[in-house]
């Protein structure tokens, strides 16, 4: 997801392609499923995402991975996992599934590609009424660390290719992080446009992990520090 209270930068050199590798994460979640206990409904909310074993999680929800597009990419040494489906779709006991037009609301759950264990997920939502049933049970965290939405007095919103946009014309936005000193997660919370072109975008990731600062870099999901 692009932000326009950022011009982000993208470094390739971190990233790992995973289309071509979806086979391989299809069979080793059919070859874990047994292996994973399967007590309750799934929920994102209570990953602590020290899971040590992420296809075999998603394949005991008998869940099959989707194919993952060329933009949706990992670090390299990890692969990703991409499901719409409702048995995964979960936060807080609220159901995020859904579509807008072909664009379907789902999930990415990134993991180690030789220990299989999970690193972050990422959700991906393009309809208003999940965005905003997320929203609310985030907010049960409390006030979130950083908060920004619209723009400041001016300030100027950038298109895709740089040019300044019209004062008033430009997309809805907002940007939200908790960082939950309960269970030392970091939630990054950003929602753009509205109607068809609404789309939103959470994170969860451990900051002290060791693909948290390259994946943070990549997803500017650090800007508002800078």
Not at 157 to 178: F, T
Request: net charge neutral; aromatic share 10%; hydrophobic share 35%.
């Amino acid at each position: 997801m692009k932000y326009l209270f950022v011009n982000i930068i993208l470094s390739l050199t971190v990233l790992s392609c995973t289309s071509g590798r979806k086979d391989n994460a299809k069979a080793d979640s059919t070859n874990a499923a047994a292996s994973v206990s399967n007590t309750g409904p799934f929920d994102l909310a209570t990953l602590t995402l020290k899971e040590k074993n992420a296809p075999g999680l998603i394949a005991a929800r008998k869940v099959k991975p989707e194919p993952v597009s060329d933009v949706e990419q990992t670090l390299l040494g990890y692969e990703v996992l991409k499901s719409s489906n409702a048995n995964v779709l979960r936060f807080g006991g609220i159901d995020l599934s859904g579509a807008n037009g072909t664009n379907k609301n789902h999930v990415l759950f990134h993991y180690d590609d030789q220990t299989k264990a999970l690193a972050f997920y990422v959700v991906a939502l393009y309809t208003q009424q999940q965005a905003d049933a997320l929203l609310k049970e985030l907010e049960k965290m409390g006030k979130p660390q950083f908060e920004k939405i619209g723009l400041d007095k001016g300030e100027v919103a950038l298109d895709l290719n740089g040019d300044p946009i019209e004062r008033g014309k430009e997309q809805k936005q907002a940007y939200r992080v908790w960082e939950n000193k309960k269970n030392r997660l970091t939630y990054f919370f950003g929602e753009l446009g509205s109607g068809k072109d609404f789309e939103a975008e959470l994170t969860v990731l451990d900051r002290s992990a060791k693909y948290a600062k390259d994946w943070i870099s990549f997803d500017s999901l650090d800007w508002y520090k800078k």
